[in-house]
Every structure is written in structure tokens, then in C-alpha cells.
């Protein structure tokens, strides 16, 4: 495990280097001239959308990294997990792990994110503190969602996507590849998790603004090399994990060809009924050779059931 992790910082270490600008005319065009963002992306990262208390700014030095990435919690988890033998059993306290996915089933990501060229510790980038700027409201009612089952996210059930299509989009535990198809007038976004397709019409007009749509209504437009998304229209069921959007809500984001190996991708949260000010993230989508498959989730999920039916077992025994 250690070598593999040396050979992962040494990659990442290059693909930083890869990833560097390139002058605006050798970057993949369409048939239109525009930039090209055709292809198949990842966002597989232990850089998380919020910053850990561990980690004190947004940037880790370049003498930081190496320990930064050796000491990460999904880092220790795959090493202890790759050392297990078959009868090695753990009682649910080790990293908090419970056993529920050990690491053969995630694929979050082994390293951290390069974001103009420096190594980021969260994707929040505005607040400075790297966090999300809930209102007290806002926080306590998302908390009490899971007080019982009549609000819980229809994420859990596999019902829409958990966070990854976005918008904004996000990284997960798992199925954090991308494809995106475009043509002069639609961008087309397939998020592997939940096999989500989003659809950007650029130069388009939003809908009527009484229809709300699950995952929000996307236009586009483009400003220089750069095209510009902006999204409304958000119905109050949109679950995109951690972060909640009114039908007030309005997020922009911006994808700009930065080389041929990445796309930086900035966003902005404008949803004054849910935080305290508006908020910004930046990340990078990394080309991939990997394939985009077919998400399939468990359909026999009985999950809540069994947790409903467990604590009215746990009321009769008190």
C-alpha cells in the first residue's frame, strides 16, 4: 500500500503539471469554435466539498501533501482494509467505519483535488472558512429531517441523484465519473451516479417560473471561453446531499477548458432563505479514460423499514 500511495503522489504530482493552462487555441474546439468539453471527467477526490477542522487553510503547501495524503481517514481506511485477512473482524469503532461499506465497495478518490495548480482541502472556497453558510433555521429543520420518514431525501432511495449531477455539482463515495456530449446548442452532462443526464440549453430561456423541476432548470451562455450556467426553478424535493435549495434559489457555474486533461468548474449559491450569504466552490474535472456504466442501486432496499421496525422493537423492551 505504501508503494502504491508513493506512486500516487508521484502521478498526482504530474498530472498537476499536465493539467497547466495551455494556450487558449490548442484546447479542444467544436466544429463552431467554441471549447470542447467532450469526454469523460472525473472529480474522484479526498477533497471534500467542506473543509475538515484538520486542515486549516484552503491550499496545503507542497512540503504538506505527502502527509496530508497518508494521514487522510479514507486513505487509512484502504490501507487497513487491503491488509485485512478473511477472518479479520471489527466491531463497528474503528474510523467510525460500522462496516455498513468497507473500502472494496467506495471509490471516493485517493488523492487531493489540483485546483490552479494547488492542492485544495475543500471545494468552498468563499467563505473563507470553507463551510457552508447555513442559517441557524435552515440547519435545525435539516437536522430534524431525519427524525423520522416522512421527510428523509429521495437520494436514499435512489429516487433522483444524491449530489454528484449537481447543480452544483459535488463528489461522492462512489460513481463520481462524468460524460458530457455537446452540440451548438445543448450541453449534456451524465453523471454515472443514479445515470443522471442533465441538459443545458445554451442560449435558451428558463420555463415559467411556477414549474419546479427536480434538478432545477439549466441555461447557458457563454462569456468569452468560458460558458456560463445558470440555474432556476428548483423544486422544494431537489436533494443534493448537504446542500438545500428553495424554488428561490439560483446557482451559476462557470466550466472554462483549462488543458487538455482538465476543466475548472466554479460555482456560485445564491438562496437567501437557506444561507446566511451567498457561496462559492471551485473544483477540477480531471479526463478520464475510465467508462461511464450503468448505475444500478439496490431495489429490494428495506432499510428504513428495518430501522422503523427495530426502535418499535426497542420501545417494547423499555
Request: with cysteine; aromatic share 8%.
Amino acid at each position: 500500500m505504501a508503494k502504491r500511495l508513493t506512486q500516487s503522489l508521484a502521478i498526482a504530482a504530474a498530472a498537476s503539471l499536465f493539467v497547466a493552462s495551455v494556450p487558449a487555441q490548442d484546447i479542444p474546439r467544436t466544429s463552431g469554435g467554441r471549447p470542447s468539453f467532450e469526454g469523460n471527467w472525473s472529480n474522484a477526490s479526498i477533497t471534500s466539498l467542506q473543509r475538515a477542522s484538520r486542515y486549516k487553510s484552503l491550499v496545503l503547501a507542497p512540503e504538506e501533501v505527502e502527509e496530508a495524503t497518508n494521514t487522510h481517514p479514507q486513505v487509512v481506511r484502504q490501507r487497513d482494509d487491503d491488509a485485512q485477512s478473511q477472518s479479520t473482524s471489527f466491531d463497528g469503532s474503528d474510523l467510525r467505519r460500522g462496516r455498513g461499506y468497507n473500502a472494496f465497495w467506495i471509490d471516493p478518490g485517493m488523492k487531493f483535488s489540483v485546483v490552479k495548480g494547488t492542492h485544495r482541502t475543500s471545494w468552498i472556497v468563499d467563505p473563507t472558512d470553507g463551510q457552508i453558510p447555513y442559517k441557524e433555521a435552515r440547519s435545525l429543520e435539516g437536522r430534524a429531517n431525519f427524525d423520522g420518514p416522512e421527510a428523509r431525501p429521495l437520494g436514499e432511495r435512489c429516487v433522483i441523484n444524491s449530489g454528484n449531477a449537481g447543480p452544483p455539482m459535488t463528489n461522492y463515495l462512489y460513481n463520481n465519473n462524468y460524460e458530457i456530449v455537446q452540440s451548438g446548442d445543448v450541453l449534456l452532462i451524465r453523471a454515472e451516479m443514479n445515470n443522471y443526464a442533465r441538459i443545458v440549453r445554451i442560449g435558451g430561456k428558463h420555463v415559467d417560473s411556477r414549474i419546479g423541476l427536480l434538478h432545477g432548470d439549466s441555461i447557458g451562455r457563454w462569456d468569452g471561453e468560458t460558458l456560463v450556467v445558470e440555474t432556476t426553478n428548483f423544486h422544494p424535493l431537489h436533494a443534493n446531499g448537504m446542500i438545500s435549495l428553495s424554488r428561490q434559489a439560483v446557482v451559476v457555474e462557470r466550466f472554462t477548458r483549462e488543458s487538455l486533461g482538465q476543466i475548472l468548474y466554479e460555482y456560485s449559491v445564491t438562496d437567501p432563505e437557506n444561507y446566511k450569504q451567498p457561496w462559492r466552490g471551485e473544483m477540477s474535472l480531471d479526463a478520464t479514460t475510465d467508462r461511464v456504466f450503468e448505475y444500478a442501486c439496490h431495489e429490494g432496499n428495506y432499510a428504513l423499514p428495518g430501522i422503523l421496525a427495530g426502535a418499535r422493537e426497542e420501545e417494547k423492551r423499555k
